[in-house]
């Protein structure tokens, strides 16, 4: 039961810091012509693949 709070937590979390970097990203593009993310974006980003990486870890590896 606790695992699968964790884990649906993780995977709900991760994907709103993924989309909330690449729509900010997407935002800003319309505004200046550039091709890199800036350094919030990629923190935010990066964030969201490690919470999406613990959910997955929960799934297939941890058992209590």
């Known amino acids: 039961m606790t695992r699968d709070i964790l884990m649906f937590g993780s995977v709900i979390v991760g ?20 091709n890199k993310y800036s350094r919030h974006e990629l923190i935010v980003l ?3 693949y490690a919470f999406m990486a613990m959910a997955f870890i929960l799934a297939a590896f941890i058992k209590f």
């Open 46 to 48: 990066y964030a969201g």
């Open 15 to 34: 994907m709103i810091m993924i989309s909330r970097a690449k729509i900010q990203f997407q935002k800003r593009q319309r505004v200046m012509d550039d």
